[in-house]
């Protein structure tokens, strides 16, 4: 595969290229060819002129596209529940340094309170971090069902209601909760045209 998609670089704006490097495409893995890019990917191919370009050398490494986590709570020792924007920078940074370039943060089951400032650290810093992008969050709790409640605590658990959330709809894109309890079905249907996914977890069936 090699792609042919072109794009006028910019002024200012210098053409990369990757060398040595093990490409995975969404067929195959391309080896001895070279990925030239400057804000988007222009081609991979065989060309060898590489005069005025930054090398990039892989040294046999393998080049992909970024991962996106769709439900990660922390990492470095930071979480997404401690609520401050050092702890959403400390999280973006070392996700991008494993490959993931993108991610929801995920909350816990816990009291109103510390979901609200969660939800408002993501909603005022989220997009002021330097590594891996916040794509919006992922809501994991508090509407599961408390048989099935994991890791989440459950003292915590309560029924759906829109109040908890209802300043955040723009940035929540999932939702884990269970369907089943009472006012869940309400719920998702009340609220489906606000929320791109809804993940049943946590639930009895």
């Excluded at 990925?35 to 005069?51: C, G, T, V, Y």
């Excluded at 989220?126 to 992008?133: E, F, K, L, S």
């Excluded at 509407?143 to 929540?172: C, R, V, W």
Aim: glycine share 8%.
């Amino acid at each position: 595969m090699c792609l042919k998609r072109r794009y006028k670089t910019r002024k200012g704006e210098n053409i990369k290229a990757i060398i040595n490097a093990k490409i995975i495409t969404d067929v195959e893995i391309i080896e001895g060819k070279t990925l030239f890019f400057d804000k988007h990917i222009i081609e991979i191919s065989d060309k060898n002129d590489l005069r005025g370009m930054e090398i990039i050398d892989a040294k046999g490494c393998y080049v992909c596209p970024g991962f996106i986590d769709l439900h990660i709570h922390g990492s470095g020792d930071a979480d997404v529940m401690d609520a401050t924007p050092q702890a959403l920078e400390r999280i973006s940074s070392i996700l991008l340094e494993t490959g993931t370039t993108s991610f929801l943060a995920t909350t816990m089951t816990m009291s109103e309170e510390a979901i609200d400032k969660a939800l408002q650290n993501i909603q005022k810093h989220g997009r002021q971090v330097t590594g891996a992008n916040i794509l919006g969050i992922h809501l994991e709790g508090p509407f599961i069902n408390a048989s099935k409640h994991g890791a989440q605590d459950q003292h915590y658990i309560e029924k759906p209601t829109l109040n908890l959330i209802k300043n955040y709809m723009q940035e929540i894109k999932m939702i884990t909760l269970a369907p089943e309890v009472d006012g869940g079905e309400a719920f998702v249907k009340y609220s489906d045209k606000r929320v791109s996914s809804y993940h049943f977890k946590h639930w009895s069936f």
